[in-house]
């Protein structure tokens, strides 16, 4: 093989060799400005939430609204604890928040009812709501709360209406009137246990144990998301920007 042609082979062996390395290299920036792009998107989608579900005005315990609302949205749904759907739903979404949190009050009004009327409706999914107090320490009675409305089968009422009225972080609207304006309407029958059970070591240990276990998985803030079902192995975290990244997330976990 003459000089000139070994040079020839060497000079096109190099230029494929810099296009494979450039080619890597546009595909490593194409992927970074994706996931750029998905992170920016989320962090827009929370901006918007919380802009569209200002707290301004909540927090009254004379004036609870959305009681109807929430009654309609829940209908029909079987709720046991803080588990809402059909306790044999193959399919899991476990919703670590504070019900303090204005991103998770955006959340209940623009996220979940899309799936709550359709996957979890559907007796295909369940969702579980877990305490992770991060706003405050008024999130602990609120959260235990919580819990003892869901001893009474009123859990998730409790949780959505108290998203629905309120009030502005640590401000100290968090009463025990108001607590008990936001269980009597959430259909609570029986206030006397209700108040026995929220202020009872059972349920404030249990929002000290699922906040834990939140830090424990990793989770900095809320809401945060985790699925288990069929297609998972156990409970994984998952990235929730619109109603469409859950009911995806329910598909491929089922």
């Given at each position: 093989?003459?000089n000139k042609?070994?040079?020839?082979?060497?000079?096109?062996?190099?230029?494929e060799?810099?296009?494979?390395?450039?080619?890597?290299e546009?595909r490593?920036?194409?992927?970074?400005?994706?996931?750029?792009a998905?992170?920016?998107?989320?962090v827009?989608?929370?901006?918007?939430?919380?802009?569209?579900?200002?707290s301004?005005?909540?927090?009254?315990?004379?004036n609870?609204k959305d009681?109807?609302?929430?009654?309609?949205?829940?209908?029909g749904?079987?709720?046991?604890?803080?588990?809402?759907g059909?306790?044999?739903?193959?399919?899991?979404v476990?919703e670590f928040g504070?019900?303090?949190?204005?991103?998770?009050?955006?959340?209940?009004?623009?996220?979940l009812?899309?799936?709550i009327?359709?996957?979890v409706a559907?007796?295909k999914?369940?969702?579980?709501?877990r305490?992770?107090v991060?706003?405050?320490?008024e999130?602990?009675?609120a959260?235990?709360?919580?819990l003892?409305?869901?001893?009474?089968?009123?859990g998730?009422?409790f949780?959505?209406?108290?998203?629905r009225?309120?009030?502005?972080?640590?401000?100290g609207y968090?009463t025990?009137?108001?607590l008990?304006a936001?269980?009597?309407?959430?259909g609570?029958e029986?206030?006397?246990?209700?108040?026995k059970?929220?202020?009872?070591?059972?349920?404030?240990?249990?929002?000290k144990?699922?906040?834990?276990?939140a830090?424990?998985l990793?989770y900095?803030?809320?809401?945060?998301f985790?699925?288990?079902g069929p297609?998972?192995?156990?409970?994984?975290?998952i990235?929730v920007?619109?109603?469409e990244?859950?009911?995806a997330?329910?598909?491929?976990a089922g």
């Open positions: 093989m003459s042609v070994e040079r020839e082979r060497r000079r096109e062996e190099r230029i060799a810099e296009a494979h390395v450039g080619g890597e546009r490593k920036k194409l992927l970074q400005a994706g996931a750029a998905v992170f920016l998107a989320i827009a989608v929370a901006a918007l939430i919380v802009v569209n579900s200002s301004d005005g909540g927090g009254d315990a004379d609870v009681t109807a609302l929430v009654d309609e949205q829940l209908s749904i079987q709720q046991d604890g803080l588990v809402l059909d306790p044999n739903a193959p399919v899991e476990v504070d019900l303090q949190c204005p991103v998770c009050k955006g959340y209940a009004e623009n996220v009812p899309a799936v009327e359709g996957a559907e007796g999914a369940k969702i579980a709501f305490n992770f991060v706003i405050s320490a999130s602990e009675p959260g235990a709360a919580a003892a409305a869901g001893a009474q089968g009123r998730w009422n949780v959505e209406l108290f998203y009225n309120q009030g502005r972080e640590a401000s968090i025990d009137q108001f008990t936001i269980a009597e309407n959430a609570v029986d206030i006397a246990q209700w108040n059970d929220r202020k009872s070591a059972k349920f404030t240990g249990e929002v144990k699922t906040t834990a276990e830090q424990r990793g900095t803030g809320t809401p945060s985790g699925i288990e297609g998972t192995n156990g409970l994984e975290v990235e920007a619109a109603p990244d859950l009911v997330a329910i598909e491929a």
